[in-house]
């Protein structure tokens, strides 16, 4: 019986308010998230002539702001390219890597870092002329294929080509701009990465996208998220869990120009999404309001797909796997409860 009223007394403990993190707690003092994303992926992270920054990962980054200090645009923006990326995290220059950056077992166990989930689901695929008349990644045997170095993508192309038998020729660049640079110039017959990096990279740099085919086959998996340095486990949680609000924000209807009007919800999920009932953020070192903030600042999952990369967006990529589990996708969050 001892026993029994111990154990209860530190579950009441424990369900009492976070301590906030020494992450968030240096955020606040900063009063801004350094956060890392792509130089130039159009879609997923670009920055205009004047400074903004636009895209998935980007708004990732804003809702994130928005959650913790009240304001999307306490960002400082560093831009990393693919060697750079995990160093800025490990070292401390960067609060949060959200870059299209793939989710593997090497990279979760052995960088010191931990991915917060995944906010796109992505697979490598092949990009060739359409004057090449390719149509399928079979016909690549003997191609020699723009790659860039430090990615998952290199090792990929690698086990492909063995297990395919295509002895591909790898043409290897240690930058994004170099490698578009390559195949754009004609030095590669194809030029393989994700396929969202593919529609990206031919909708900015060919002077004719019509010109150029991005082959059917997808030939990896790559989970593509944010991730955040070991050792926090407090901001590793708050990172996690403004993604899944997004989420849960899209499958119970709740949108950046209703967000106001659903406050007034008699749903006991949505009240609690919005601070309007219990106060899920005390668990997490945050006031009540911190996913209505969120989905004020970027608008749902939904949302921020299609403004970015959807199909009425400069890329047109479709929703597929990245739409809601209810509607055949990928796309599931555990509750906000």
Request: hydrophobic letters at 40%; a positive charge.
């Amino acid at each position: 019986m001892h026993k029994l009223v111990v154990a209860v007394a530190l579950t009441a403990a424990f369900v009492g308010t976070a301590h906030a993190g020494k992450t968030l707690d240096t955020i606040k003092q900063k009063g801004q998230i350094v956060c890392g994303v792509n130089p130039s992926l159009p879609g997923f992270s670009a920055a205009d002539s004047q400074g903004n920054w636009t895209g998935l990962d980007v708004d990732i980054c804003k809702a994130l702001a928005a959650a913790v200090l009240s304001d999307a645009t306490k960002i400082k923006w560093t831009p990393l390219n693919a060697s750079q990326r995990f160093t800025a995290l490990q070292s401390g220059e960067i609060d949060v890597l959200s870059r299209n950056t793939t989710w593997t077992l090497t990279r979760d166990a052995s960088l010191g870092l931990f991915f917060t989930g995944v906010t796109y689901y992505d697979g490598q695929g092949f990009m060739v002329t359409k004057k090449s008349k390719m149509t399928s990644a079979k016909q690549l045997k003997g191609a020699t294929v723009c790659v860039q170095s430090g990615t998952t993508t290199e090792k990929n192309l690698s086990d492909y080509s063995k297990a395919a038998g295509l002895n591909m020729k790898p043409v290897v660049f240690e930058t994004q701009e170099a490698t578009n640079k390559a195949y754009f110039s004609g030095r590669c017959q194809a030029y393989t990465t994700d396929a969202s990096g593919l529609a990206s990279v031919r909708n900015k740099e060919a002077n004719n996208p019509e010109d150029h085919v991005i082959l059917p086959e997808l030939i990896s998996k790559e989970p593509l998220g944010p991730s955040v340095r070991r050792g926090d486990d407090e901001w590793f949680s708050i990172v996690k869990w403004v993604v899944f609000a997004l989420i849960e924000a899209e499958e119970y209807g709740i949108t950046q120009a209703n967000v106001d009007q659903m406050k007034s919800s008699t749903d006991p999920v949505v009240q609690r999404i919005l601070g309007t009932s219990e106060d899920t953020g005390k668990l997490l070192g945050l006031d009540k309001d911190w996913a209505y903030r969120a989905i004020k600042a970027v608008g749902n999952y939904g949302e921020i797909f299609e403004r970015n990369v959807g199909p009425k967006s400069a890329l047109k990529l479709p929703r597929g796997a990245n739409n809601l589990w209810s509607k055949g996708g990928f796309m599931y969050a555990p509750p906000i409860r």
